[in-house]
């Protein structure tokens, strides 16, 4: 009990810690289930348990980690054409997002995101094409930039990676899962730049990744047994719930 209270960083019990790896189990599964929904999970869990100053790069290295797991599971289906430009733009968003003050208030922003995502979930496409595999360096830029303070935007990039655009549900999990896990480590990389210390979170994070990583090889159960159709529903509404939820957070008092 003694080296298990040792490894926990300051502030957090053993109950505490053991709600957080239960939920980082249930947050991969459900990511690599739908696509999408188990980083705003872990984030909303983490914004009650951490200090505010560790919560986005702390979110990052559970993050990275997780969807590093999908990753690997998903490697057959990634579309790899997409995920260099995606590499490309982020690397820039998250150096702007790194060095540059934002002016743009935080609730602002999220409404911005929350009605983007409902508009390119539900609006007719009326002759809409997918965007092409050089578009995600604007995609890339674009998520990355805003991860540096929201955290979680894979339903910001998820209308770009449906399966209807990608024409396969794997493809959309496995290409989500990449691009996250290239954004996720390009920004704990900056916060290690700019001088958060990672080292006291390093064995609860690991060990958040390893029920992680549990909870994704369970959801790769379910997807392969979910029909397409469905699928398909439920990734549009899951994407709405949470486009919702951002926008309940962005107007709501503080």
């Known amino acids: 009990m003694e080296a298990i209270l040792a490894a926990l960083p300051a502030g957090i019990d053993p ?7 239960a939920v980082s189990f249930l947050a991969s599964l459900v990511t690599a289930a739908m696509g999408l929904g188990g980083g705003l999970l872990m984030l909303a869990v983490l914004a009650g348990a951490l200090p505010p100053a560790a919560l986005i790069p702390v979110h990052g290295v559970v993050q990275l980690g997780s969807n590093l797991g999908r990753t690997v599971l998903f490697r057959r289906s990634t579309r790899y054409g997409i995920l ?5 733009g982020a690397a820039v968003g998250v150096s702007i997002g790194a060095g540059v003050a934002v002016n743009l208030p935080r609730p602002v922003l999220l409404v911005v995101v929350a009605v983007f995502i409902l508009v390119s979930t539900w609006a007719p496409k009326l002759g809409s094409r997918p965007v092409p595999a050089r578009g995600f360096l604007a995609v890339g830029a674009a998520t990355a930039f805003i991860s540096m303070f929201v955290g979680a935007t894979g339903p910001f990039l998820a209308p770009f990676l449906s399966p209807e655009r990608l024409g396969d549900r794997q493809a959309t999990i496995g290409t989500m899962a990449a691009c996250m896990s290239l954004k996720h480590g390009l ?10 210390v990672f080292l006291p979170w390093l064995p ?7 029920t992680g990583f549990l909870g994704s090889l369970a959801g790769r159960a379910v997807v392969v047994r979910l029909p397409e159709r469905w699928f398909r529903l439920v990734f549009r509404l899951l994407l709405s719930a949470l486009a919702l939820r951002i926008l309940w957070q962005a107007l709501a008092p503080s």
């Open 204 to 210: 609860f994070a690991a060990a958040m990744i390893a």
């Open 15 to 21: 109950w505490t810690a053991g709600g957080l790896l």
């Open 84 to 88: 260099l430009w995606f590499a490309l």
């Open 187 to 196: 920004k704990v990389a900056a916060f290690a730049a700019t001088g958060f």
